[in-house]
């Protein structure tokens, strides 16, 4: 009996993997030709169906009508309406109790202390926490001003664009944030800086572990609330002039005749009217988001900060008696983004078929002509086997271009083909007419039988066996890497010879030095770490794959045997050896064959130390 560790190379070949790679590009491009058809297709029934682009132009009416018109259902009112509530409440916490810097030759009792002023060590400057009171006014003014306008903001449907005042009461949103852009301005070209311990709002607090725990002291840019807001105020014009732009574009499809989605000027019309709600939607949540980026702690001193309703003949200056909810304001513009947003997108796309149903009628014509190719050069490929000649037919009217048909059935079929072939590694490996790519075996090997030796000096002799070996390899690839347990096992034959032959140590054992060389006939089974890959086909694309087969090796070495004195009542002595040989596997195991791709695997060598009991 012996048994030992091995050590070896093992050897993968593959051959002839161009066909593959071929007909899956070919059956990959087919199929993006039918997709091509069958989206095409629909574009141009969609943009032949009249109550679909109706359906369409009436939600898109009705968004344009509700922002243009109403107040409550307006989002670009209530997203109005919240940035000016930011911008305010800024002001608030900046300025509005000039508490968190000093105003010079203010005497009304509201400034700042300057004796906390002169004692924040982060107030070196006049330019950092000192303002003139010409500046101050200004801003105050400018914050009044908003603060009325806010009050009186009207629809876009009830004052013109620059309309400032009607009767006095009546303010435009687009002369609404310009106030707040001039104010915004002036804050950030004072440079005064934020005193954040000075400033004392109503419902937050400065302990340590509490909301408004800032203590710092820097100029507005250095801080989210302040960026984020200024950021607002300009992509809120922007939404503004849409949403103005889209009044007019309403109006000139209202005048249009419902179904006469082939007019030009129609087509033309409608796809802009889709693109730029779709705009003023996106707009919408970029304000949103940048509320939402505002930090935690600086948004809490912002939505404590104003209160909207003023006592009477008060500024903003001053406490007021009712509290904005801010947040609700902010999550109405998000409110209205979801409600909006999928009946935007679903208008949007139907007013996109109808601006592209000339240009997709050409389209489909071209998409039809490669697929119908395309199908009759596959038909033609040795290796296809999926029947795809009619897997796309004509048209019956070739004019209207929806009419096209896919045959399902065959198409189903190239789907199968490709899903069976998506996770094959030899599907991306171009033209390799023969590879070979060696790893090393690591393993340990077992073998028992009997052994014999002829003659008077039994300096000749054989020995049977049957033996097992397990090795573990892994071979790296251009095309993949995987690792192998091998298993070898099966019988073998030896001739012994011996040229030192039972030499007599000092405590009488008699020990034996020779050579060994002889057959093994065995099987082998490689278990690949590819395997799933490799086998994932189902039909009519099986991939042949073998993992055993038949081997016939050499072996040879040389051996040592220590054969101890018997002992009394024994004819037979203990016997202890070691041998060193090696393994030479002659048969490949074609492991794997598809489409005339061909991956082998042999065991190249394995070099054995083993040790060896008889009796």
Same mark, same amino acid.
Request: glycine residues 6%; charged residues 15%; aromatic residues 10%.
């Given at each position: ?44 029934? +969609? ?34 309406? $919240? ?13 509005? &109790? ?24 982060? #107030?070196?400057?006049?330019?950092? #926490?000192?303002? /003139? ?20 903001? #009207? ?18 949103? +687009?002369? $609404? ?37 800032? +203590? ?72 949103? /988001? ?20 003023? &006592?009477?003949?008060?500024?903003? +200056? ?8 801010? &947040? ?90 490709? $899903? ?72 073998? =034959? ?14 009488? /054992? ?17 278990? &690949? ?6 086998? $994932? ?32 009542? =024994? ?38 130390? /083993? ?5």
């Amino acid at each position: 009996m012996g048994v030992g560790y091995q050590i070896g190379e093992a050897v993968q070949m593959v051959k002839n993997t161009g066909e593959l790679k071929n007909l899956n590009d070919k059956y990959e491009q087919l199929s993006q030709y039918l997709n091509q058809v069958a989206s095409l297709k629909q574009s141009i029934q +969609t943009a032949n169906n009249s109550q679909a682009v109706n359906n369409a132009l009436s939600d898109l009416k009705s968004f344009a009508s509700n922002n243009h018109t109403n107040k409550e259902t307006s989002p670009i009112y209530n997203t109005t309406q $919240a940035v000016i509530t930011s911008v305010l409440a800024f002001w608030s916490l900046y300025a509005g &109790n000039t508490t968190s810097f000093h105003v010079t030759g203010l005497n009304d009792g509201s400034n700042a202390p300057l004796g906390r002023i002169h004692k924040d060590e982060n #107030c070196t400057g006049l330019q950092q #926490c000192f303002m /003139n009171k010409e500046t101050y006014d200004k801003m105050k003014n400018l914050a009044e001003s908003l603060q009325k306008a806010q009050g009186n903001l #009207c629809a876009l449907s009830e004052c013109s664009s620059d309309q400032l005042t009607s009767n006095g009461n009546k303010t435009s949103m +687009t002369a $609404a944030l310009q106030t707040a852009q001039e104010l915004m301005n002036l804050i950030e070209q004072t440079k005064v800086s934020m005193v954040w311990k000075n400033i004392v709002i109503a419902g937050v607090t400065n302990t340590r572990d509490g909301a408004g725990t800032i +203590t710092s002291t820097g100029p507005v840019t250095d801080y989210a609330v302040f960026n984020n807001i200024k950021a607002m105020l300009p992509i809120l014009q922007q939404a503004l002039k849409l949403t103005q732009d889209n009044h007019t574009l309403s109006t000139n499809l209202q005048d249009r005749a419902m179904g006469s989605q082939t007019n030009p000027n129609f087509a033309k019309d409608i796809y802009t009217f889709a693109q730029n709600q779709k705009q003023i939607i996106s707009y919408a949540q970029d304000i949103f /988001n940048l509320f939402s980026s505002i930090p935690k702690d600086q948004y809490r001193y912002l939505e404590k900060a104003y209160l909207k309703i003023p &006592n009477a003949g008060q500024t903003p +200056t001053n406490p007021y008696r009712q509290e904005v909810n801010l &947040n609700q304001e902010i999550q109405t513009i998000q409110s209205n983004v979801n409600y909006y947003g999928n009946r935007i997108d679903s208008a949007l796309s139907v007013a996109r078929d109808v601006y592209n149903l000339k240009s997709n009628q050409t389209e489909i014509v071209t998409a039809y002509n490669n697929a119908k190719n395309l199908s009759e050069e596959i038909s033609k490929l040795p290796y296809n086997k999926v029947n795809v000649t009619n897997i796309v037919m004509s048209p019956k009217d070739s004019a209207a271009g929806q009419y096209y048909q896919i045959n399902p059935e065959q198409q189903s079929n190239l789907s199968q083909a490709l $899903a069976a072939m998506s996770n094959n590694p030899f599907k991306k490996v171009g033209m390799i007419s023969s590879q070979n790519n060696n790893g090393a075996l690591n393993g340990l090997g077992v073998q028992v039988g009997y052994k014999q030796f002829f003659g008077e000096s039994k300096r000749w002799g054989l020995r049977y066996y049957g033996f097992f070996d397990y090795n573990h390899g892994y071979i790296k690839s251009s095309f993949f890497n995987s690792s192998s347990d091998v298993w070898t096992y099966g019988g073998g =034959s030896d001739l012994l010879v011996n040229f030192i032959n039972d030499s007599i140590t000092r405590k009488n /054992n008699k020990l034996s030095v020779g050579l060994f060389g002889g057959i093994q006939l065995a099987g082998t089974t490689w278990l &690949n770490s590819q395997y799933v890959n490799l086998t $994932a086909f189902n039909n009519p694309y099986s991939a042949k794959v073998n993992t055993s087969n038949f081997q016939f090796l050499f072996n040879l070495g040389l051996r040592t045997n220590l054969a101890t004195a018997k002992k009394k009542d =024994s004819e037979h002595s203990a016997q202890h050896g070691i041998e060193l040989g090696i393994k030479i596997p002659t048969i490949n195991t074609n492991y794997y064959s598809f489409l005339g791709t061909k991956l082998e695997y042999r065991r190249l060598y394995s070099v054995y130390l /083993n040790y060896v009991f008889a009796y």
